[in-house]
């Protein structure tokens, strides 16, 4: 009842004054609009406020910190990238990635040929157990150690490049398939990539990796060079260094359609003219075998790696690094003395 005396009560006060009656129409409609707008805004305001609540505050800087050195990294790099970032809340500690180089950059560099049980005696300085491989792999997690590819190194010797506070190059040579089998998952455990040096008339052989399965694990981060065509000895193959180092790049590229930058030497050995081959064929480095962990533009086509092979025990394995244990992170002096 009331409603209708009021109802009309407007519609007598129309009949009196229809213009005061528009403008007061219009008061309400534009209230109604206003109101609702904010009744609007409150919403999606309150709907701003609570979904980047969601993702934990601290999370997030974590990510922007390891995803910062995407920018300069292969599309392959990337995923190395990707792979570390799913692992960083197990690390202990967190890496932190800085500016090094160019020039020294103190990085040691591992070489492992076999990751199983060798078949004979006579084999055994080239494998590693799965046991012995994974407690290396965890220790060096454990340490703050973060893997980095054999080109980011070198981007940092040549121009700089954001590196992690505990940089280490994992390598295997030849290409066996024992480490597509246990060496790849057992890394991808602890968050680490590696670097293959493949042979290149060997992609198809029994007991060597094949194509399909050297492609896995580049998607997966790990960088690819070439080990030659034949493993010769080069300094007895003078007259094929051009099949030995140029095709052996090219036959690797066409078929696994990622970029060849690395060579590694037969048995680490080379010459004048060996290295100077593997340079002018477009080679931006090459490893050779040493226990120095200073890389440097002056050792650049021949950048020291330890043979890691033969299951050494944790204390020999540290003995091989720059920052053994976890309790100090601060890198040695750049002038430390190394073995
Ligand atoms: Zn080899």
Request: with cysteine.
């Amino acid at each position: 009842m009331k409603v209708e005396v009021a109802v009309d009560g407007k519609n007598s006060k129309a009949t009196r004054n229809p213009t005061m009656s528009h403008y007061r129409f219009a008061l309400t409609i534009l209230l109604l609009v206003s109101v609702s707008l904010v009744g609007c805004n409150r919403v999606s305001a309150a709907h701003g406020e609570t979904i980047p609540d969601l993702p934990s505050a601290t999370a997030l800087p974590t990510e922007t910190e390891t995803q910062t050195p995407l920018p300069t990294l292969t599309s392959t790099a990337t995923l190395t990238s990707t792979v570390t970032l799913t692992l960083t809340p197990t690390l202990t500690p967190t890496p932190t990635w800085a500016v090094q180089g160019p020039g020294k950059v103190v990085c040691p560099i591992l070489l492992y040929h076999h990751i199983g049980t060798a078949s004979s005696p006579a084999a055994s300085s080239y494998y590693t157990s799965p046991e012995d491989f994974e407690a290396q792999m965890k220790a060096l997690r454990d340490w703050g150690y973060t893997s980095i590819t054999i080109s980011q190194l070198v981007e940092a010797i040549m121009s700089s490049a954001l590196l992690p506070d505990r940089p280490v190059v994992i390598t295997f040579d030849d290409g066996n398939l024992n480490v597509y089998t246990n060496a790849f998952p057992i890394m991808q455990k602890y968050g680490f990539t590696g670097v293959m040096y493949i042979i290149a008339n060997r992609l198809h052989a029994d007991g060597y990796m094949g194509i399909d399965q050297i492609k896995e694990m580049a998607a997966a981060g790990w960088e690819v060079g070439s080990h030659s065509m034949t493993h010769a000895d080069l300094r007895e193959a003078h007259d094929r260094l051009n099949f030995e180092i140029a095709q052996s790049r090219i036959n690797l590229q066409e078929a696994l359609g990622v970029p060849v930058r690395s060579f590694a030497y037969p048995y680490g050995a080379m010459d004048e003219v060996v290295g100077k081959q593997v340079q002018s064929y477009g080679y931006t480095s090459a490893v050779g075998l040493g226990t120095l962990w200073n890389q440097s533009l002056y050792n650049l086509y021949y950048l020291s790696r330890r043979p890691a092979d033969g299951g050494v025990d944790l204390q020999v394995f540290a003995s091989y690094l720059p920052w053994p244990g976890a309790e100090n992170l601060t890198p040695p002096p750049a002038d430390a003395p190394t073995p």
